[in-house]
């Protein structure tokens, strides 16, 4: 991207609704707010609407009559009103989910869980214990201290005679086992 020298010319073009003007100022600072904001925020329609809502700040108060009278402010301008529409939109997003979190938690907190998924649940964990039995003796104990009970990993590898870099290597060999178990218990049940 080259950078850009604004001038007293370029910012009444500006004023006076140049459409070539507008065009390179829409693509020039388009760009600019793009980078900033893909770092700030998680969807491109949020990135838009800060993106729009920074543009029509910007020109409205070029082409007020108080309005940006040192062209070569212009950049910080745009970068000002920008971090001020960022701060609303965090302000705003955060207003909407506390309020549905809120709602959300009152209608979980209200509701019991039926009996369908108890019985789930029970049977989940039915078929888990199953086959943490069936799997062999070390990866069974890996699991259960590691992921079951949450040890210390350093007690974990202490325990076995291994390293931290080990451990983990064999954590995910024993998930593997455990999921070849679990996939295949799956299938099993499925043809009765």
């Known amino acids: 991207m080259q950078f850009f020298a604004f001038d007293a010319a370029y910012l009444e073009k500006l004023r006076s609704g140049d459409a070539d003007t507008e065009g390179h100022f829409v693509s020039y600072f388009g760009e600019l707010i793009q980078l900033k904001l893909r770092s700030r925020l998680s969807t491109k ?73 108890l019985l789930e649940t029970k049977d989940a964990q039915r078929v888990v214990r199953q086959i943490l039995a069936e799997l062999p003796e070390r990866d069974r104990r890996l699991l259960q201290s590691v992921l079951l009970e949450e040890r210390d990993k350093d007690d974990v590898c202490e325990e076995f005679g291994i390293t931290r870099e080990y451990l983990r290597v064999m954590v995910h060999r024993a998930k593997q086992t455990f999921k070849s178990f679990y996939v295949s218990r799956l299938g099993d049940s499925k043809m009765y």
Do not use: W
């Open 45 to 117: 329609e949020a990135i838009e609407d800060v993106r729009q809502e920074t543009f029509v700040r910007v020109m409205g108060q070029v082409r007020s009559a108080n309005g940006l009278r040192e062209p070569d402010r212009l950049g910080a301008f745009v970068n000002s009103v920008c971090n001020h529409v960022l701060m609303e939109h965090y302000r705003s997003k955060t207003k909407t989910e506390s309020f549905l979190d809120s709602d959300m938690e009152a209608t979980l907190m209200a509701r019991t869980p039926s009996a369908l998924s």
